[in-house]
């Protein structure tokens, strides 16, 4: 019973590890906020969500304000 016990707590810390890993980043999802409430495109929203920081960076440069 402790083998098995041992081997689901294992399994269990690779699937959090694996989430934690795959998961989208803050800059991909504020990129993507970012482009769809300017340009209402899914295509344009993805790609941006796609560079990230990069997006984020150039929307704080190119803004009106």
């Known amino acids: 019973m402790l083998i098995s016990i041992s081997c689901f707590a294992d399994s269990t ?4 590890n694996t989430v934690a890993y795959n ?3 803050i800059g991909s999802a504020l990129a993507v906020s970012i482009c769809w ?8 929203s993805a790609l941006a969500g796609l560079f990230g ?3 984020v960076i150039y929307y704080l440069i190119i803004r009106e304000r």
């Open 37 to 44: 409430s300017r340009t209402h495109s899914v295509l344009t």
């Open 23 to 25: 998961g989208i980043g």
């Open 53 to 55: 920081w990069l997006y």
């Open 13 to 16: 810390q690779q699937v959090k």
